[in-house]
């Protein structure tokens, strides 16, 4: 699929693009639709400001501990050893900083991480993945796959996947891994939206509901798993669809309203922020 321009919005609105010919009125993918849902100037400082974030060492390492993931399944079924994966730490790291060597400011500053825990920490991690399934054992169809499909409204989705199995019997498991802890019972279907966003795309897109939705927090070894139905992914498309309206009225508004909640410990922005005292910086001019 070939995207001429893609849609992100402006001050003008509506937003509008051509992807593979089709007239879209913006697009979405999971973070960005959780970071709207979680706090709308958030989204306005991610996607409108684009406003530079530091890396967080938490992040970096769900990165890496993904990628190896990733490459694991590369070494014949045998070789998916905890020993292998934990090899490939290193290696990953050190592509990764070669791709961004901002990322090394991680380790230098008034509080700089220590490099041989943290790489310890990717490696702990990769030893709770054992702990949860035996790669050796499995053949995934897909790893790491970007998937994306325009919506009736004209809304494109589109994200990453990080695993697709494909059974004998045709039945499809959607997987994603985090590498942080499980939420608690009450944000369960909070986590879950994400899964259903890709089982949406993947329905439209390929024309089979996927069999089961699959979350495996490697923080505490802990797998949520979700079977979902068309009831529910008719509901996640008309909830996208909602949201994307509230985008573009805010967009169109030039209203961007703080949610406080215990997410704001980890956002970069706080300073610009009025719901901490600040001030954000003046929208961005309109794109032409
Ligand atoms: S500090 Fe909290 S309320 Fe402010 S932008 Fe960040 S997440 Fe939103």
């Known amino acids: 699929m070939t995207t001429e321009l893609l849609p992100e919005p402006t001050q003008e609105h509506p937003v509008r693009a051509l992807v593979d010919g089709t007239d879209v009125i913006g ?3 999971p973070s960005r639709a959780a970071d709207f849902m979680s706090c709308p100037l958030l989204y306005r400082f991610r996607v409108i400001d684009k406003l530079p974030e530091p ?15 990733e490459r694991l399944f590369d070494n014949p079924a045998a ?9 490939l730490v290193r290696p990953e790291w050190d592509r990764l900083l070669a791709t961004d060597p901002d990322l090394s400011a991680m380790f230098e500053g008034e509080d700089p991480v220590d490099l041989t825990a943290w790489l310890a920490e ?4 990769l030893g709770t993945y054992f702990a949860l399934e035996d790669p050796r054992r499995l053949e995934p169809a897909e790893r790491e796959v970007y998937v994306e499909h325009v919506l009736s409204s004209k809304l494109l989705l589109r994200g990453y996947v990080d695993r697709v199995d494909v059974a004998a019997t045709g039945q499809v498991r ?26 949406l795309v993947l329905w439209r897109s390929r024309g089979a509901i996927p069999t089961l939705l699959q979350l495996m927090y490697l923080g505490n070894a802990e797998i949520l798993r979700y079977t979902p139905d068309e009831a529910d992914l008719l509901a996640t498309e008309r909830k996208l669809d909602a949201l994307w309206l509230a985008i573009a009225r805010a967009t169109e508004s ?8 215990p997410l704001c410990g980890w956002c970069s922005h706080q300073a610009l922020c009025p719901a901490w005292g600040g001030t954000p910086p003046p929208l961005p001019a309109p794109t032409p």
């Open 27 to 29: 697009s979405l993918s």
């Open 55 to 69: 890396p967080s060492p938490a992040a970096v390492r769900g990165t890496v501990v993904h990628n190896v993931l």
């Open 79 to 87: 070789e998916r050893t905890l020993e292998v994966a934990s090899q």
């Open 122 to 125: 990717c490696r702990a991690l």
């Open 174 to 199: 959607v997987v994603d891994y985090k590498t942080g802890r499980s939420p608690g019972p009450a944000f369960e279907a909070k986590a879950m939206f994400q899964m259903k966003f890709y089982a």
């Open 254 to 261: 030039g209203t961007w309203l703080p949610r406080r909640s």
